[in-house]
């Protein structure tokens, strides 16, 4: 708006409020009754390759723009995220540790039915989607435990060991809940754990678990994708700080259980938005022309089979844990 004075709002974006009706690409009668929502209060809706505007006359001046400059919608950040890293087709999914984490999946036509168990939005591809789980602790429980245990360490001296310690770290088993646990749970009152803590572990072991913890807690996402909608996944693009180190990128590979895949150009979303741009001045036929263009890739790291392994076993007493605890959680918080 204010580059342009004109008021729209993408569909991927438009998703984010609750207030739009996905399948239909229209705001929700039914919500903004419920809630007697004004329906213009909301702004136009849009296709992110959408044509918004032109940059203002005034603007133009101001930034010594001498031609005109046009604007496009672009779309909400993961949806950029996406496109920027190629998420253009049902086998290539992606993961994104930042402060929280993310694992998401290109949809087709055909809506898979998650029943409220993960996100699922327009893409920024006209009528297609991509669903996305999250896990709200990801990185944020690295940090926590880097200022609470070592502070003193960069992470680079932290995680320097981890390679050392095998799949498991010796029976050490961390959940990252300690903001609560979004997918597959919704649970704002369950707290996170170390468990089978013994005097043999060293601070490589909590690292290591605590780095197998966040990738376990992402791949629920990853499961109730296959599980729910058929899918299989034969690369995963990593990107965000789980991408920066090459013995994380190992684990996700192994539990995981599929080829890890990293970005060239590391800034996705900004990548994504400007694919977004091109396409909509018609400098390319369509996204998928764009991302042959401007998305390349790096090896990460391939799974190995006996690692593969291990974790599922691991994966499987991971998964109990929730439902051991949840209880001893909120009689602790009370």
Not at 11 to 24: E, F, I, N, P, R
Request: aromatic residues 10%; proline residues 4%.
């Amino acid at each position: 708006f204010w580059l342009t004075g004109q008021q729209h709002m993408d569909y991927s974006d438009a998703a984010g409020t609750l207030l739009l009706d996905v399948a239909k690409k229209e705001w929700s009668t039914e919500i903004l009754n419920q809630f007697a929502i004004p329906a213009t209060y909301l702004p136009p809706l849009i296709d992110s390759q959408g044509k918004t505007g032109v940059i203002r006359p005034a603007l133009r001046q101001h930034f010594g723009f001498k031609h005109e400059v046009q604007v496009f919608a672009g779309g909400a950040d993961n949806a950029c995220a996406a496109i920027g890293a190629g998420i253009l087709e049902v086998e290539t999914g992606m993961v994104s540790i930042g402060t929280s984490g993310v694992f998401l999946s290109y949809e087709d036509t055909k809506i898979p039915h998650y029943a409220g168990q993960l996100h699922l939005f327009n893409h920024g591809i006209k009528d297609r989607y991509y669903s996305m789980g999250v896990t709200l602790a990801a990185g944020h429980s690295l940090s926590w435990f880097k200022e609470t245990f070592a502070k003193d360490l960069s992470f680079e001296e932290l995680l320097a060991g981890v390679g050392n310690i095998g799949p498991g770290a010796n029976g050490l088993l961390f959940t990252p809940y300690i903001v609560g646990e979004r997918t597959p749970h919704v649970d704002s009152r369950v707290r996170g754990s170390f468990i089978g803590i013994d005097t043999t572990h060293t601070l490589s072991h909590f690292s290591r678990a605590v780095l197998e913890g966040i990738t376990f807690s992402l791949k629920d996402s990853q499961q109730l994708m296959e599980t729910i909608a058929g899918k299989t996944f034969d690369k995963i693009i990593s990107v965000g700080g789980g991408a920066k180190n090459p013995e994380w990128l190992q684990i996700q590979a192994d539990i995981f259980g599929t080829e890890i895949l990293c970005l060239e150009v590391e800034e996705g979303p900004g990548l994504g938005a400007a694919m977004l741009a091109a396409t909509g001045l018609g400098w390319f036929e369509n996204l998928q022309e764009s991302s042959d263009t401007f998305v390349s890739y790096k090896k990460g790291a391939s799974p190995i089979p006996a690692n593969v392994e291990k974790y599922q076993k691991i994966y499987e007493t991971y998964q109990k844990v929730y439902g051991a605890t949840k209880d001893i959680c909120y009689e602790l918080g009370e």
